[in-house]
Nanobody, 124 residues
């Protein structure tokens, strides 16, 4: 069993930046992709970004492209989401998730392990 723990959320003004981290522990294994998703109040959980096991392939939702950057440090079993130029509509609980494939996916059901989430609030 793998455990995922997100950190780095908080309150920030519009235009500011935050960096989220996702640390994996337990039976971490190898050769898996990671994704970030978010869920705003009253909304469904949605895809934000994904990264392949090698780190050579990334994917972003159109709403965050050019502002967010996903990265990984496999040696540390840690993944990151750098969020710049934050907007009030980015306010949500952010979740990291692991997929037992080397390529990422935009589909929630493709991910088998999830963290507990970290809250991001962007004030206008």
């Amino acid at each position: 069993q793998v455990q995922l723990v997100e950190s780095g959320g908080g309150l920030v003004q519009a235009g500011g930046s935050l960096r989220l981290s996702c640390a994996a522990s337990g039976r971490t294994g190898s050769f898996y992709a990671m994704g970030w998703f978010r869920q705003a109040p009253g909304q469904e959980r949605e895809f934000v970004a994904a990264i392949s096991w090698s780190g050579g392939s990334t994917d972003y939702a159109d709403s965050v492209k050019g502002r967010f950057t996903i990265s990984s440090d496999n040696a540390k079993n840690t993944w990151y989401l750098q969020m710049n130029s934050l907007k009030p509509e980015d306010t949500a609980v952010y979740y990291c998730a692991r997929r037992t494939r080397v390529t990422g996916s935009r589909i929630l059901a493709d991910y088998s392990s999830w963290g507990q989430g970290t809250r991001v609030t962007v004030s206008s």
